[in-house]
């Protein structure tokens, strides 16, 4: 068994694991850059260790350096969180080669599944459906081609890309041509790779996620699916579980295709397949060898702890439950809160000089933040997550328009107008929503 976890992350995401490895009396080593000496998952920690100054380079991406720190303080495991070294399959390798457990896929996996065009292909052999798109890698001279036969509109994608970066759309063939240059010269400058890649491009459809666990042995199972679809630049902003686009049959149907391709694969730890959703069908875009930002609202309306699987199938006990002992209830919502401004997004660093989180039946806050707590400028914006929990869609939507007002951030600007400003609007509140609902609503309100 795993007796001393080193959580190689920052902010909410470190204290939430922290506070897993805690309740399964698992020591915890927390790292942090000189920015971090004051984080809250750095004061709760058994021990702490500072891995460098502010930049993400010098400090949470500097594998030698938290190699060292479990070397230093005896850390038997790495847990990665998400973001910074979550999906790096070298930083797997070389967590083996030391002997020490890293708490997520093989680097096999991650490595297969982390290029979108090997995944596609991956995802198609396992009964995935996927959206039409190239076979491979798209270039310059084979572009028109190859769009004249998806149709257009079309999408050019990074192969190796996230976060919406190297993300283009053509509607004509006279877009093409710039929209490939751009995506490849956006590619190669985030992602050190300028390999694209094309699918159809759909009009109006959600972002649906199907979450998953294996053992790595063969058995796998989901956890339902989360509705992503309200989204700014393609970063998602509020998450639903259960997706109000879908029923109880649709649900299950691609849940069960995903947990027998993953059963297939010997999958092990968490994972998100993420779909577009249109029309009553599924396309798979891309899957996430790793805990998700939202994986709250999974546990809230399953009751199983994401980060406690994680760790036993880590540590080889295999999984806590088979598929027809889960349970779904109710329905959640997950605000992001990020230290922006709520109609620009600009962020906003500083000092928070008061702090008071909600309470009550159904509400959960996952965040490092505290009174006094200075946010550093060098990092994602995320402060923390609201996660709300009712027995219907409507209740956990009152209990939200509640928990909300209750909500205080003082001294920076935070997102948290901006959901008062989506709770209280009919489309919301029907679930009537895309991926696109978000950014044409700012547009409008903004002007």
């Not at 149907?253 to 069908?281: H, N, P, S, V």
């Not at 994401?306 to 329905?331: M, P």
């Not at 989180?357 to 509400?363: F, I, K, Q, T």
Request: glycine share 10%.
């Amino acid at each position: 068994m795993i007796s001393k976890v080193l959580i190689a992350n920052r902010g909410e995401i470190a204290l939430r694991v922290l506070r897993a490895c805690k309740e399964l009396g698992i020591a915890t080593v927390a790292v942090h850059s000189t920015a971090d000496a004051d984080a809250m998952h750095v004061r709760l920690a058994d021990e702490s260790v500072c891995i460098g100054p502010p930049p993400s380079r010098d400090s949470y991406l500097n594998i030698h350096q938290i190699v060292a720190a479990c070397e230093i303080t005896g850390a038997d495991a790495v847990h990665p969180g998400y973001g910074f070294l979550s999906e790096n399959a070298k930083f797997a390798e070389i967590l083996d080669a030391h002997g020490i457990t890293f708490i997520g896929p093989t680097a096999e996996h991650i490595r297969l599944m982390g290029d979108k065009i090997t995944a596609k292909q991956t995802a198609q052999e396992l009964g995935i459906p996927v959206v039409p798109g190239s076979d491979g890698e798209v270039k310059p001279e084979n572009a028109l081609e190859i769009a004249r036969k998806i149709g257009f509109p079309v999408l050019i994608k990074a192969t190796a890309g996230g976060g919406g970066r190297g993300m283009k759309v053509a509607r004509t063939e006279e877009d093409l041509e710039m929209a490939v240059a751009t995506a490849r010269s956006e590619a190669a400058a985030a992602f050190g790779n300028d390999a694209v890649y094309m699918e159809k491009f759909l009009g109006h459809p959600r972002h649906i996620e199907v979450q998953i666990v294996g053992d790595g042995a063969g058995n796998a199972i989901h956890l339902g699916e989360r509705d992503c679809s309200l989204q700014r630049r393609h970063q998602k902003v509020w998450e639903e579980a259960n997706s109000p686009a879908l029923n109880v049959e649709q649900r299950m149907k691609i849940g069960q295709i995903c947990a027998d391709a993953m059963k297939k694969m010997k999958y092990r730890g968490a994972g998100t397949i993420e779909f577009l959703y249109e029309d009553g069908e599924f396309y798979f875009i891309e899957m996430n060898t790793r805990l998700q930002v939202e994986h709250p609202i999974t546990e809230a309306i399953t009751g199983i702890d994401l980060v406690h699987e994680q760790i036993r199938v880590a540590s080889g006990a295999g999984l806590s439950v088979t598929q027809d002992q889960i349970e779904f209830s109710g329905h959640a919502i997950e605000c992001r809160i990020n230290a922006e401004d709520p109609r620009t997004f600009v962020p906003s660093p500083g000092t928070i000089t008061h702090f008071h989180a909600p309470g009550g039946l159904g509400v959960r806050v996952d965040s490092g933040a505290y009174q006094g707590y200075r946010i550093p400028p060098y990092y994602d914006s995320l402060i923390g997550k609201l996660i709300v929990h009712g027995r219907t869609r409507v209740e956990c939507m009152m209990r939200l328009r509640r928990v909300l007002d209750e909500f205080v951030i003082d001294g920076i600007k935070t997102t948290l107008p901006l959901f008062q400003e989506l709770i209280a609007n009919q489309d919301i509140a029907n679930g009537d929503y895309d991926i696109h609902w978000l950014e044409n609503y700012l547009a409008k309100t903004s002007v």
